[in-house]
């Protein structure tokens, strides 16, 4: 890894940490969303798996002690919001909330796709809470997640956007189930639902072409 740029390395190995301290709070029977948001100490387990992390990626663990200093600057820039709240995340691109009992990979499956819900920057915050909240509890799809304030190169303008998966596109009936529920939340303007075919075949809309499947 020696040509790697520092920095690259280091935007990894946080990605990795924040994975694994998600994961490790969920076999605990915790969410790391709520222990910030209830303002709940949680440094303990923090350290653990900053440990823990330490120990299968010691490279990725100096570069982001490299970059933070120490770990209490990673634990308090967490517990402010970094990796929670969309505008207040600058260290990852996106956040993502899958649903329970829901492999990560699922999202990447040909079957799969998503409603996308674009908007302002000063909307997401509220927005992705409840998203996220009606992810958690099983009334949504499989996963869910929300781009962040980290400016991204690939993005074409300055909004934001939620993707809302569902398992199989070609399940009309949950598609619009999980179509409904976002109703139910606010999110009442018409939107458009892309599948994973269209996703991996690098297809995306631009004047004159569509390529959502369904509009609701």
């Avoid at 020696?2 to 920095?7: F, S, T």
């Avoid at 074409?156 to 070609?170: E, S």
């Avoid at 009442?188 to 569509?210: C, L, M, P, Q, S």
């Amino acid at each position: 890894m020696a040509d790697v740029d520092p920095e690259a390395l280091a935007d990894v190995g946080y990605g990795i940490f924040e994975h694994l301290l998600n994961k490790g709070l969920r076999v605990q029977k915790k969410h790391l969303f709520a222990l910030v948001e209830q303002g709940i100490d949680f440094r303990q387990e923090f350290i653990e798996i900053f440990r823990q992390f330490t120990g299968e990626y010691p490279q990725l663990a100096e570069t982001l002690t490299d970059r933070f200093s120490k770990t209490d600057t990673i634990y308090d820039m967490i517990r402010a919001g970094e990796g929670v709240t969309p505008s207040k995340t600058t260290q990852m691109y996106w956040i993502v909330q899958d649903a329970p009992d829901s492999l990560p990979e699922a999202i990447e499956d040909e079957n799969a796709g998503k409603w996308l819900i674009f908007l302002e920057p000063d909307q997401v915050d509220g927005a992705w809470k409840k998203v996220r909240d009606a992810t958690v509890a099983g009334e949504l799809g499989i996963s869910t997640k929300i781009s962040t304030a980290k400016p991204n190169p690939e993005s074409r303008d300055n909004r934001k956007v939620i993707y809302i998966y569902t398992k199989d596109w070609a399940d009309e009936a949950d598609v619009m189930r999980v179509r409904t529920k976002l109703k139910d939340l606010g999110f009442v303007d018409r939107i458009g639902y892309k599948r994973n075919i269209e996703t991996f075949a690098g297809e995306y809309a631009k004047k004159g072409k569509r390529v959502t499947y369904y509009s609701a």
